[in-house]
């Protein structure tokens, strides 16, 4: 596709439900990150993965929290056993380079754990 | 840590105003900076990258600087329509911690007709 899409836009989970949210980034782009928005703040970086590998996971709040990029294409952002806390938009970018390229964002999964 | 800041955090101004969003960063190890604008309920759209060389760079009405040794970054509307109204976010790319992009927490601006 032409740009960054994520799936769904919008989740509404129970306390205590898995959730699993999609990326699929530009056509080509090695490089792709997640990053969690709470309402009026900057983004702040949870995971990066370089193709199939995760380079850097250190943002990531809890074990609960997993991404996965097998084929170095399509990510997977999932939360296990969702709290209240973990209501925030998740955002994905991807890039062409890996270190000097332009990130490019999708519209975000908007989560609202009730 | 790298600590990036953005001043002011909320701007309003008559339309035709030219103005400047201002962004600093306590780390100048970047390999770049680049400015997103947010709409409410969307994603971050790409205004202009810089990188590290570089010293400015320019797209329409925007003009974004770059002094990376002060740490400092300024973005320029010039002309400003009530289409600019949004939320303007700078992220630095930093040589430090694998190259994740850190970000401000935004400057919200009104462009009032």
């Known amino acids: 596709g032409a740009g960054v899409s994520q799936s769904p836009r919008y989740k509404v989970a129970k306390r205590g439900q898995d959730v699993a949210l999609r990326c699929d980034p530009i056509?080509?782009?090695?490089?792709l990150f997640w990053y969690q928005q709470a309402l009026g703040q900057g983004p702040e970086f949870l995971t990066y993965?370089?193709?199939?590998?995760?380079?850097?996971k250190s943002g990531l709040p809890s074990d609960r929290f997993f991404a996965e990029r097998p084929e170095g294409s399509v990510s997977t952002l999932k939360i296990q056993r969702t709290q209240q806390e973990d209501s925030a938009v998740y955002l994905c970018?991807?890039?062409?380079?890996?270190?000097?390229?332009?990130?490019?964002f999708g519209e975000g999964s908007r989560l609202t754990v009730l | 840590k790298q600590e990036v800041t953005q001043i002011p955090a909320a701007l309003s101004v008559p339309e035709g105003e030219n103005l400047v969003l201002n962004c600093s960063f306590t780390d100048s190890a970047i390999y770049n900076l680049q400015w997103f604008r947010q709409d409410p309920g969307k994603g971050l759209t790409s205004l202009l990258l810089?990188?590290?060389?570089?010293r400015e760079q320019t797209s329409g009405r925007l003009n974004a600087s770059l002094d990376k040794s002060s740490g400092r970054s300024t973005l320029y509307i010039a002309a400003s329509q009530p289409g600019d109204s949004a939320t303007y976010l700078c992220a630095v790319r930093q040589e430090t911690s694998g190259s994740r992009l850190t970000f401000g927490e935004g400057t919200q601006l009104t462009v009032n007709p």
């Open positions: 993965f370089q193709n199939e590998a995760q380079l850097d």
């Open positions: 970018a991807s890039s062409l380079e890996w270190l000097t390229g332009e990130l490019f």
């Open positions: 056509s080509g782009h090695v490089s």
């Open positions: 810089i990188q590290s060389s570089q």
